[in-house]
Structure formats: structure tokens, C-alpha cells
């Protein structure tokens, strides 16, 4: 049981890296920047529900999420998750916590562009803030990286992510998790009409348990609306391929755009 309740505090708390900046609903982030001196404010939503044997969870967060473009090619993001989590296990409840999760702060860097294709990458460092007595955070930092590539024919392009995060841990937790995770996404969007986008991507991460070597994996699918310029509006729904995953995701965001 222990080891299940640390694994779905990781999947709760691990929005960063690969969640911060992509084009919400999806994970898998796309090698654009934002552009010198303009920024974007994005807020997001997720519902997830899972079920393992005799033990059932539920959660809630919201992420707010500033990024600033320093330069046309460079771009700084912190994002703020808070999380609602409850687990039940016989219906009985065990885990009932919610709060502010630990902050993230990223930087993103197009470093080549080649026709069609663009690269990017983006290092990121994970802020201890939350608590760890609530398991809402790891009581440690964390860092890693995440390599990006765009391919664009328009109407049509494809995003690629390839991440690493070093989660450090306080001793008690070191040998029921792991430090080194790795992850991999490919993601697709098409405009289908003006403003309209259909989107769908596939992820995999190590699994944080120890105690199990099966990655999670999902697909998720979903639209964004751009009503404007300056405002996106999102919708989506993740599901779990493999057993540690969270079995169904409801995703929803809007985004703005500034000046």
C-alpha cells in the first residue's frame, strides 16, 4: 500500500517538465517560442479517476503556468500545480490531501531551425515547496531536460520529446523510488478549420515505484479553439495504457496571449 500511495502522489506531482509548456491538452511540447517581450498566462484543469484491485483514487489539480519570451528564441516558464487527491482502499478512506504542489521553473532555447523542422531544448529545475508530510511534494528538488523537435507542413505538424528528471528524495523514500526518469512522446496536430485544431499524442515515462518496471504509457486526444489572437480554449482526455498509469484523465485549459 505504501508503495501505491507514492506512486500516485508521483503521478499527481509530475505536471513537470513535460506538462508546463506544451499546447495543452497535450503533454508533448512543441519547439516555438513565444517571442521577445511577449508572454502567455496558461491555467489548466485535470480530473483523473483510477482503479488497482480493491483501491480506488480520484484527483483534481489546477496548473497556472507564466511563460516570457526573453528573446525571439528563448522563452522562461515557472509553473504552480494544486492538487486534490483521495484514495480509498475497501471504501475506506486513507489518503484525503490537497494543497500546492512543488513549483517548476524551465527554460526553453530554439536552437536550430531547418526547414520545415526546429529544435529546441529545455532544462528545468523542480522547487521543493510543497509538503512532503501531506505527499504533495518530495521535500527535495529535482532537475532535468527535455530534447524537442516540430516537423510542419501545415495543415499538419508533428512534435517529438524525448526527457530526463533527477528526482532527488529524503532518505525514507529513497529506496521505495526511483531517482532517474526517463520519457518519450510523439504527438500530432491538424488544423481541420480555421481556428480548429484536433489534436493526439502518445507518452511513455519510467515508472517512479521501484517495486514495478512497467512504464506508464498513455494516448490522449482533444481540440483546442482559438477564439482569437489571444485566446485559446482546450479540451481533451487522457487514457492509461498500462496498469500504473491513471486509468482516465478529463483535460481542459484556456490560454492568453500578451501584448
Known sequence: MKNLLSTLFMLSCMIM????FAAHPLATDDAGTNGARKFQLETSAEFGWDKQDNVKSSSQSVGVSISAGIFDSLDVVLAAPFTWQQVKENNSTVLDNSGLNDLTLEMKWRFLEYGPASFAIKPGIILPTASRDKQLGNGRPGYGVTLISTVEY????????AGYLRQLYVSDDRSTNREDLYSLSLAGVVEVAKGILLVA??????????????????????VIYSVNDALDLDLGVKGGLTRPETDVTLLTGLTFKFP
Request: glycine share 6%; no cysteine.
Open 17 to 20: 517538465p513535460p506538462s508546463v
Open 154 to 161: 501545415k495543415p499538419v505538424a508533428v512534435h517529438v520529446n
Open 201 to 222: 499524442a502518445i507518452e511513455t515515462t519510467t515508472n517512479p515505484d521501484k517495486s514495478s518496471d512497467v512504464w506508464l504509457a498513455a494516448i490522449t486526444g482533444g
